[in-house]
Nanobody
Framework: QVQLVESGGGLVQTGGSLRLSCAASGRTFSAYAMGWLRQAPGKERELVAAISWSGSTTYYSDSVKGRFTISRDSAKNTVTLQMDSLKLEDTASYYC?????????????????WGQGTQVTVSS
């Protein structure tokens, strides 16, 4: 099994910043993409950012593009999500996820391995 441990959530005012981190351990894959998904109360879980195994390809949802930045250190099996200019609508539980891939620049939309999540709350 893959263990994913997130950290860095918390309470921040609108316009502020937070940095989420995730460390993967346990079962390893030859190549895997890493992503961050979020789920707000009453809403479906959505993929907000992802990064390929090589780090050369990234994905951002329209709702966070230009404000969030994803990065990874494959040697350390970690992924980071820098969140700037936070809005009230960014309030959600954020989940780190990994997905094995066949190609090093691949960005999957479906993820089979999840962390426990970390809460991000943006207040006015």
């Amino acid at each position: 099994q893959v263990q994913l441990v997130e950290s860095g959530g918390g309470l921040v005012q609108t316009g502020g910043s937070l940095r989420l981190s995730c460390a993967a351990s346990g079962r390893t894959f030859s190549a895997y993409a890493m992503g961050w998904l979020r789920q707000a109360p009453g809403k479906e879980r959505e993929l907000v950012a992802a990064i390929s195994w090589s780090g050369s390809t990234t994905y951002y949802s329209d709702s966070v593009k230009g404000r969030f930045t994803i990065s990874r250190d494959s040697a350390k099996n970690t992924v980071t999500l820098q969140m700037d200019s936070l809005k009230l609508e960014d309030t959600a539980s954020y989940y780190c996820a990994v997905q094995p891939v066949a190609f090093t620049n691949q960005i999957p939309r479906k993820y089979d391995y999840w962390g426990q999540g970390t809460q991000v709350t943006v207040s006015s």
